[in-house]
T-cell receptor, first 114, second 116 residues
Framework: AQKITQTQPGMFVQEKEAVTLDCTYDTSDQSYGLFWYKQPSSGEMIFLIYQGSYDEQNATEGRYSLNFQKARKSANLVISASQLGDSAMYFCAIGGTSYGKLTFGQGTILTVHP | DVKVTQSSRYLVKRTGEKVFLECVQDMDHENMFWYRQDPGLGLRLIYFSYDVKMKEKGDIPEGYSVSREKKERFSLILESASTNQTSMYLC???????????????FGPGTRLTVL
C-alpha cells in the first residue's frame, strides 16, 4: 500500500517570496513516481512536476522544483518567486507500477498575499 | 496538448435517480480513472480501467459502476444516487509508457454533483 502525508492544511506566503510545501510518503514499491498537482478554485487538476524514484537529480519545471530526499521519504515542492496566481490547493501524489494508479495526499491550500 | 473532457461541470439530481458521468480523452491513453474529491479527504479512487472493457475497483467502489466500451470514453454510473454521493468527480487518463514508474495522469475539469 502507498500513502502520502501532507501536514500543512494551509500556507501563506508573500508575493515574490519562495515557499516550500511538505510531502512525505510511504511505499513498499522499489520503483515509484512522485507527482505534484495544482488545483485552482475552478477545480481542474493541473500537473506541475514529476520525480522518479531512480532519478538522481531533483526535478525542476520553471519556478517549481521538487526537493526529493529518498532516505527521508520526502518530496517537497518548492515554488520560487510566488505569484498571486499561485494561490490554489496543491496535492502530492505517489504512483507505483500498478496500472498507473496514484495515491493522493489531503492537499495544502496556498495563499499568496500581495 | 492532452484534452480530457467531462460531460457536465455542474449536475443536480434527486435521490434514487440513475446518474451517468461521461469522460472523454483524445490522446489514445490506455488508462482512465474516476475519483471523487471531498474536503479534507483529498482524491479517492473509485474505479479505473487499463483497457477497453477492462475495469478494476479502486478504494471506494461501493454504489458506483463503470463502463468502457471505447478506448477514449469512460463512464461512471451511480445506479441509485444518494445524498452521500454529493461530491466533486474527477476523471483522468494516462499513457502506459514508462517501464519504471507510472505516467502522468491528466485530469478533466471535474463535475460537481449535488444529490438532493
Amino acid at each position: 500500500a502507498q500513502k502520502i502525508t501532507q501536514t500543512q492544511p494551509g500556507m501563506f506566503v508573500q508575493e515574490k517570496e519562495a515557499v516550500t510545501l511538505d510531502c512525505t510518503y510511504d511505499t513498499s514499491d522499489q520503483s515509484y513516481g512522485l507527482f505534484w498537482y495544482k488545483q485552482p478554485s475552478s477545480g481542474e487538476m493541473i500537473f506541475l512536476i514529476y520525480q522518479g524514484s531512480y532519478d538522481e537529480q531533483n526535478a525542476t519545471e520553471g519556478r517549481y522544483s521538487l526537493n526529493f530526499q529518498k532516505a527521508r521519504k520526502s518530496a517537497n515542492l518548492v515554488i520560487s518567486a510566488s505569484q498571486l496566481g499561485d494561490s490554489a490547493m496543491y496535492f502530492c501524489a505517489i504512483g507505483g507500477t500498478s496500472y498507473g494508479k496514484l495515491t493522493f495526499g489531503q492537499g495544502t491550500i496556498l495563499t499568496v498575499h500581495p | 496538448d492532452v484534452k480530457v473532457t467531462q460531460s457536465s461541470r455542474y449536475l443536480v439530481k434527486r435521490t434514487g435517480e440513475k446518474v451517468f458521468l461521461e469522460c472523454v480523452q483524445d490522446m489514445d491513453h490506455e488508462n482512465m480513472f474516476w475519483y471523487r474529491q471531498d474536503p479534507g479527504l483529498g482524491l479517492r479512487l473509485i474505479y479505473f480501467s487499463y483497457d477497453v472493457k477492462m475495469k478494476e475497483k479502486g478504494d471506494i467502489p461501493e454504489g458506483y459502476s463503470v463502463s468502457r466500451e471505447k478506448k477514449e470514453r469512460f463512464s461512471l454510473i451511480l445506479e441509485s444516487a444518494s445524498t452521500n454521493q454529493t461530491s466533486m468527480y474527477l476523471c483522468a487518463s494516462s499513457f502506459t509508457g514508462r517501464g519504471l514508474a507510472t505516467d502522468t495522469q491528466y485530469f478533466g475539469p471535474g463535475t460537481r454533483l449535488t444529490v438532493l
